[in-house]
């Protein structure tokens, strides 16, 4: 009979980085063929590494992390419009965060976030996982 076991997965930058790379190597090494998971769970980016796995798990695919993997890399800053702009983003905050510049909080519906995003995203297609 196999051990039980859950997973937590933890979140937030390159913490999820870690995780995503974690659960790929334990699932490459067939980690579920040697323990019983009874439970994937995480918080922030780890809730969605864990999710994708579950899911995958669920559904018996033969590549637990591939869906996991596929998800952030359609969600990885590509194209050099969207690398700029997650550049200006990251760069922005870490002037704010250093009382460099004034910070200002914006509602996703302001004008001004929307025409925002509206630059970010010209010309860009939508992406979408399948979820069988």
């Not at 992390?65 to 590509?78: G, H, L, V, Y």
């Not at 460099?100 to 010209?122: E, G, R």
């Amino acid at each position: 009979m196999k051990a039980k076991i859950a997973i937590a997965c933890q979140g937030g930058g390159s913490q999820t980085a870690f995780t995503a790379g974690a659960l790929k190597a334990l699932f490459d090494n067939k980690v579920q063929d040697y323990f019983n998971i009874v439970s994937l769970s995480g918080t922030s980016g780890g809730a969605i590494c864990a999710f994708f796995t579950w899911y995958a798990l669920k559904k018996g695919d033969s590549v637990v992390w591939k869906r996991m993997i596929d998800f952030w890399e359609d969600n990885s800053a590509r194209t050099p419009q969207e690398q700029l702009f997650n550049d200006s983003a990251i760069k922005t905050l870490e002037l704010a965060s250093k009382g460099l510049i004034p910070q200002y909080n914006l509602s996703p519906s302001s004008p001004i976030t929307k025409t925002l995003f509206s630059i970010a995203t010209y010309g860009l297609r939508s992406r979408f996982t399948n979820f069988d």
